[in-house]
């Protein structure tokens, strides 16, 4: 069974930007972020960061994902993220992972280690026992996934074909192209062929 965990979003008040991450245990566990962009901001003025919990259950690497692609996180200029994947930026090679692998077999962790991390973390010392997630058993509808993206963007106005958009996915569909096309053209770095902009 996957365990709980929960998605939260830290918003740096002296720039407006925001980082969005998951985290597999509780919100009160004292647990910050991974994020290197992020981290390097918050060190720096962790008085200007506010952080809500969007949501807390079993599908929180799902729902990550989900809102960093919908958002194009990595191209947005007001994020602090590195990439659209939860499982964040990985710079080693495949050669290099297996060489970390088989330097650590046997020697990172003794049995005796292993026991002692399993032990902390059973019955009542879980970070989760006797929480129950609210959506436990259910998986997110295409409404609520959709009803998640529009709360988590914004409106994109088209003078091409004078229409206004709920979110950069339904811009996207509308104009057959990339969302990350939409982003690139609003910020510039394309020719804003439908003449875009964020409202």
């Not at 079993?58 to 007001?78: G, K, S």
């Not at 811009?171 to 939409?182: F, G, Q, T």
């Amino acid at each position: 069974m996957c365990e709980i965990g929960f998605v939260y979003k830290w918003s740096d008040a002296s720039n407006g930007k925001w980082y969005i991450g998951s985290h597999t245990g509780h919100p009160r566990d004292g647990y910050v972020g991974g994020g290197h962009l992020f981290n390097k901001a918050y060190k720096k003025r962790k008085e200007s960061f506010l952080r809500e919990i969007i949501y807390f259950g079993h599908d929180h690497r799902e729902l990550e994902e989900f809102i960093l692609q919908e958002l194009d996180a990595m191209n947005n200029p007001m994020s602090y993220n590195l990439t659209n994947n939860w499982k964040g930026v990985t710079r080693h090679t495949e050669e290099t992972k297996r060489k970390i692998s088989e330097a650590k077999k046997g020697t990172f962790f003794s049995e005796e280690t292993r026991r002692k991390l399993s032990e902390s973390k059973k019955g009542k010392k879980h970070p989760a026992y006797g929480k129950e997630a609210y959506t436990k058993g259910r998986k997110h509808t295409e409404a609520s996934k959709r009803q998640m993206s529009i709360s988590l963007s914004t409106k994109i106005y088209c003078e091409y074909n004078d229409k206004t958009y709920l979110c950069s996915k339904d811009a996207a569909k509308d104009l057959n192209c990339s969302i990350s096309h939409i982003c690139n053209m609003i910020r510039g770095q394309r020719t804003n062929k439908y003449g875009l902009k964020r409202l």
